[in-house]
């Protein structure tokens, strides 16, 4: 029997294991069975009585097992018995699908295939009801009906559009959609036989609005493809389509716009008829439209511009020429006279970008009148009101004549540039315009034709270079730059060389950079010698020194390490040439004689020079400090050269303008290469005066720190301090007792201290020391509180004790290390412990001194220590406030130090201590954060904690605002100069309280509310005129601290939300009744009014306001009774606010 006979004879029900076999033979790549060699090698009608023995055969396995029950029979297993097994049915469906789809590809014409069509369509109604699991058999399903719909056969539309839905939906779903995106797209004619208006095809059709939601379907090529294809699909789609990608907009990338744009594009040139009309009208107009008429700050401007700047570089089609002119005829014209400055600027950037706007199909003489009327419109556009026009128009100038200068008249081109160089560039109105003609300038020069009249008329524009805006001036430079780089002109024809030094000596980075960049090769021409390079060096600062210092900080980034390396060895040279001494130079000068010819009379004794080449080898130095620690071969021949010679150097330039560089010089090197110096350097420290300048020491300490000796400075402070103290007993002066006996300089040690920990480099030096220095240093700062208590209590002042100034300082440098060693601890709390113990000092012996005296004789003694005491209060509580700025203060240190507070404001004059209170309650609330309750409400004693510390803030803010109200009352002008010191902290304050939601916190704008009423309902009970019931109108014309409090609260719209909810909320719970509450409340309302804030809330006060106001009416009003004007006046003012 031959192998079709036997493959004819297996398919049916009673042999569909020998049927199996075969199936598994031809999967099976070793052997030499073949489905498709079977089927076409069988006759016509062998083929057909197979399709119907297979039918039959897929007919019967799907009777006993259909695929709805297949998952379940297999999830069940064993529980259920049923008629046939699923993988058995699976494997039957896959092998009858797989000889359906080797038929198809043999199927000749006039073939009958009724029997074929039924498989399929079994088959068919199996994929639509295959569950997703199935995938291998769903795909073989999937290509047959796939394969149906390309063959053409009959009821193709039915199995295409099924095909075509799967393939769609898995394009969605597969994390590597490209092979279903191809296949969507070579199915795409399927879409033909759908009806859109049709409900059976509106799962299909959005599905394919999905598309455009689909980032691949939009960057890949069949997915573009099939994209451009949508619009040509049904006419009504295609504002579905735009609709579409105009709500997806905001979110595309730039990259994303661009693929999109193609596809527009690509779907417009395709057009014709009523699809061509519809793209247009419906999308590119709309588009033009939106980019004329949208605000700037939209999030879709710039992509919607970005859509329409594309058609913009498809100019020089006549087509696209056509339809530019057809679609903006009516929009572009009216907008370029539009009132709204917007649309006239958003207009010109379209005009002047798709210039010229023309119609092709005219003859040439229409369009030179079309082009001549739109080129006057651009110069008209130069002189708008509006500077954004202005500089919007100075683009579109400059993109023309870069790009139509050889099409234009010459005199054309003279008047547009001459209106840019000599009117816009000096528009005194703007910066912006002047900032546009030099940025847009580059775009001209880059058209070579353009350079010849530039070069006359640029030099017009040398003063821009001291524009008092700063992006003016760069701009500038940034033009000169170009004109450099394209040889347009000569850049110091432009701009004097002299005016370029003098602005690079001055001004800021963004602009000495620029210069740099201008002047780098005029100044140090790397292809030159060594020997030009210091030429170029001395002339530079004998030019201008200053812009010499400037001009080698940028150096390093123009050129390699190795070149300035070698720079400052030329330098070296020329300095060793300089040294006037019976030393053998030939020993130190290692240069050849012919620039020691050059460089001496170049220099003599010329110490403005000398000192600028060693500043200038400093700077250098400095910017190759990282490579040359990289490199240790280079660092040591460069500190071995350098090293030799520094003795001389600080013998010769003895003057201080050359120790200070050559002081700086000696820092980048070991102390062992300059050991003359390194060995005085301490000595030199210890025998400073007292009253020693900042540029005296902070150099010395510099180097010492660099040398690894900061633990010798801090001996010499703590020694210092400890010598400086007042020792019982002892009548003779304090000395010393190191090395040289030198009187003990606290103030010079705190000098010393203060600029250790400013500076980032030498603090992270003294705090790597260690403990021990350290803590010594900590507990001899912490000695001086005697000397300040001694201060305090003493009524005179003992001339041999430290000054009170000199122990407040050192107060001060105690808690400020303590912050610092704690900060740098790793663990414990040894130093904020005591923080806390300088804090419990603070209120068992310095706020007693807060009370005031009550004797007279005592008078001179309070007059003293008052201010002394707040001093030293004030100062504890700022290191306490940035120990919490930094998140070290733990639960503890918290509640000492808002105890502290509290102890502090009881004080009688507490008071003054109040500007620094409030940035300690700012911190302590910011610490924990609204968010940290909310997200842990397991945490039940957390948040009672929490809660506690936030009652006590809330209880002392309430305290605060009292003492600012009992001083206003007491001493008006002392309480207001007291408001004004506290406003800043009360807005840090109240900016971290309005987060809050909810008690305690919520108490903040109920303390406020309520001052504000009683001061406002006070000021009312004591009118007796009439005529003295006028509501404010600002927080000028309110009480003294209602004013304060208010112009804070309106600082910030989040905290006038929060007070009109606060006002709302007692109005509603009746707190506020009497008719004097509630026209303070109206006068309130009234001054916020008139700010124009908070609407909204703003106007739900109100109503609130006008459900008691009611209660209080009278029938008729007497001009004589106060309360009846109060009720009238009210009453006019809740109106005003209603807009009724």
Not at 764 to 788: D, F, I, M, S, Y
Not at 960 to 968: F, P, T, Y
């Amino acid at each position: 029997m031959s192998k079709r006979e036997a493959f004819l004879e297996a398919a049916c029900q009673e042999n569909v294991e020998e049927f199996l076999r075969f199936i598994q033979l031809h999967k099976n790549k070793t052997e030499p069975f073949d489905v498709e060699e079977v089927v076409q090698e069988m006759p016509r009608d062998q083929r057909q009585t197979l399709w119907g023995k297979l039918a039959s055969l897929l007919q019967d396995v799907l009777q006993e097992l259909p695929p709805e029950r297949w998952v379940q029979g297999r999830d069940e297993g064993m529980e259920v018995e049923l008629a046939a097994d699923p993988k058995h049915v699976m494997a039957v469906v896959d092998g009858v699908t797989l000889v359906a789809a080797v038929s198809l590809k043999v199927l000749q014409d006039g073939d009958t295939y009724s029997a074929l069509l039924e498989i399929t369509h079994r088959l068919h109604d199996v994929l639509v009801s295959l569950p997703v699991s199935e995938a291998p058999l769903q795909l073989h399903i999937h290509k047959l009906c796939e394969a149906w719909w390309k063959k053409g056969l009959k009821e193709k539309e039915q199995f295409g559009r099924t095909a075509f839905f799967i393939s769609l939906q898995k394009s969605f779903i597969l994390k590597k959609p490209g092979a279903e995106i191809q296949r969507v797209w070579s199915l795409h004619d399927v879409l033909w036989s759908l009806d859109y208006t049709s409900e059976g095809d509106k799962q299909i059709i959005n599905l394919l609005i999905q598309c455009f939601h689909r980032p691949i379907y939009i960057r890949s090529d069949d997915g573009k493809r099939f994209l451009v294809f949508l619009f040509s699909w049904n006419v009504d789609f295609i504002w579905v389509i735009h609709g579409t990608i105009k709500n997806q907009l905001e979110f595309y990338s730039k990259k994303m716009t661009t693929h999109i744009t193609e596809i527009y594009f690509r779907a417009w040139n395709k057009a014709s008829g009523d699809f061509l009309e519809r793209i247009e009208n419906s999308c590119i107009q709309d588009f033009m439209q939106n980019a004329i008429f949208l605000h700037r700050t939209s999030p879709v401007h710039a992509k919607v511009r970005q859509i329409v700047s594309y058609f913009h570089t498809r100019k020089g089609c006549s087509k696209v020429d056509k339809m530019l002119c057809n679609l903006y005829k009516p929009i572009l014209w009216k907008a370029l006279s539009a009132p709204n400055f917007e649309v006239r600027a958003n207009a010109t950037l379209l005009f002047t970008e798709a210039f010229p706007v023309h119609d092709p199909e005219q003859n040439n003489k229409n369009i030179d009148e079309v082009i001549q009327k739109q080129l006057d419109t651009v110069m008209g556009l130069l002189d708008d009101p509006h500077p954004t026009v202005r500089s919007n128009a100075t683009l579109g100038v400059c993109k023309i004549l870069a790009k139509c200068w050889e099409l234009l008249p010459s005199i054309i081109i003279t008047d547009f540039l001459k209106k840019l160089v000599m009117e816009l560039a000096a528009d005194n109105s703007s910066p912006d315009v002047r900032c546009s003609v030099f940025k847009c300038l580059t775009i001209v020069l880059d058209n070579t034709l353009s350079h010849p009249i530039l070069e006359k008329l640029l030099p017009t524009l040398k003063y821009s270079l001291h524009d008092n805006s700063e992006k003016v001036r760069t701009a500038f430079l940034d033009m000169l730059i170009k004109v450099k780089a394209v040889r347009a002109a000569k850049f110091w024809d432009v701009c004097n060389m002299d005016h370029l030094l003098a602005r690079l000596a001055i001004d800021s980075h963004p602009v000495s950079k620029r210069i740099v960049d201008l002047l780098y090769k005029s100044f140090f021409p790397v292809n030159d010698s060594e020997s030009e390079w210091c030429c170029r060096c001395i002339t530079l600062i004998q030019m201008n020194p200053m812009a010499a210092r400037k001009f080698y900080q940028h150096a390093h980034k123009h050129t390699a390490p190795t070149n300035i390396i070698k720079l400052m060895l030329a330098i070296r040279r020329v300095l060793n040439s300089c040294i006037q001494t019976d030393t053998d130079l030939s020993q130190i000068n290692d240069s050849n004689k012919e620039n020691s010819a050059q460089a001496e009379p170049l220099l003599g004794k010329d110490l403005v020079v000398v000192s600028s080449l060693l500043e200038v080898v400093a700077i250098l130095w400095r910017s190759v400090e990282k490579a040359l620690k990289q490199n240790e071969e280079a660092q040591k021949y460069t500190v071995a050269k350098f090293g030799n010679v520094m003795a001389k150097y600080f013998q010769a330039f003895e003057d201080e303008r050359c120790t200070v560089p050559l002081i700086q010089l000696a820092s980048f090197m070991p102390p062992a290469a300059v050991p003359t110096f390194s060995c005085g350097i301490l000595s030199r420290l210890r025998r400073m005066d007292s009253g020693a300048t900042l540029t005296q020491y902070s150099q010395l300490l510099d180097c010492m720190c660099c040398w690894g000796q900061a633990a010798d400075i801090l001996e010499l402070v703590t020694d210092w301090l400890t010598e400086a103290l007042p020792k019982q007993g002892a009548n003779t002066n304090r000395r010393v007792r190191i090395q040289e006996t030198v009187e003990a300089k606290p103030d010079l040690a705190l000098a010393y201290l203060e600029y250790l920990f400013s500076n980032t480099s030498t603090r992270e030096k003294v705090l790597a020391l260690g403990q021990k220095p350290l803590k010594q240093l900590h507990t001899v700062l912490g000695n001086w509180r005697l000397v300040l208590y001694t201060h305090l209590s003493s009524p005179t002042e003992d001339p041999k004790s430290p000054s009170m100034e000199t122990a407040l300082k050192v107060f001060m440098y105690h808690v400020r290390l303590g912050a610092h060693l704690q900060h740098n601890s790793s663990e414990g709390r040894e130093y904020l412990l005591s923080l806390e113990h300088v804090a419990a000092w603070v209120a068992e012996r310095v706020l007693p001194f807060l009370a005031k005296r009550t004797n007279d004789d005592d008078d001179d003694e309070s007059e003293k220590s008052q201010p002394l005491a707040a001093q030293i209060t004030e100062s504890f509580l700022t290191v306490c406030r940035d120990v919490l700025l930094v998140g070290l203060g733990d639960e503890t240190f918290k509640g000492q130090i808002l105890h502290l507070c509290s102890l502090t404001l009881l004080s009688e004059a507490g008071y003054l201590c109040i500007p620094a209170v409030l940035p300690i309650l700012k911190e302590v609330v910011d610490s924990y954060g609204p968010e940290d309750n909310n997200n842990n409400p397991a945490q039940e004693n957390e948040e009672d904690a929490t809660t506690v510390v936030l009652g006590v803030v809330g209880n002392i803010f309430q305290k605060i605002v009292e003492l600012l109200a009992r001083r206003l009352r007491k001493e008006p002008e002392e309480g207001k100069q007291l408001c004004q010191s506290a406003v800043p902290g009360l807005t840090d304050f109240l900016q971290v309280a309005v987060t809050w939601d909810k008690a305690p916190l919520r108490g903040v704008f109920s303390t406020l509310f309520a001052v504000i009423i009683v001061e406002k309902r006070h000021l009312l009970q004591k009118i007796t005129h009439p005529e003295e019931v006028i509501a404010p109108e600002s927080v000028e014309d309110m009480p003294p601290l209602s004013s304060i409090l208010l112009s804070v609260i309106l600082k910030l719209p989040s905290l006038t939300r929060a007070f009109l909810t606060e006002v709302c909320s007692s109005l509603d719970s009746e707190a506020i009744s009497s008719l004097s509450e509630l026209a303070s409340v109206l006068h309130v309302l009234a001054v916020i009014k008139h700010t124009g804030q908070s609407k909204a809330g703003l106007k739900s006060a109100a109503i609130c306001v006008q459900q008691q106001l009611y209660k209080h009416a009278v029938p008729s009003v007497d001009t004589r009774d106060i309360q009846g004007v109060i009720y009238e006046t009210s009453l006019k003012t809740l109106n005003e606010i209603l807009d009724l």
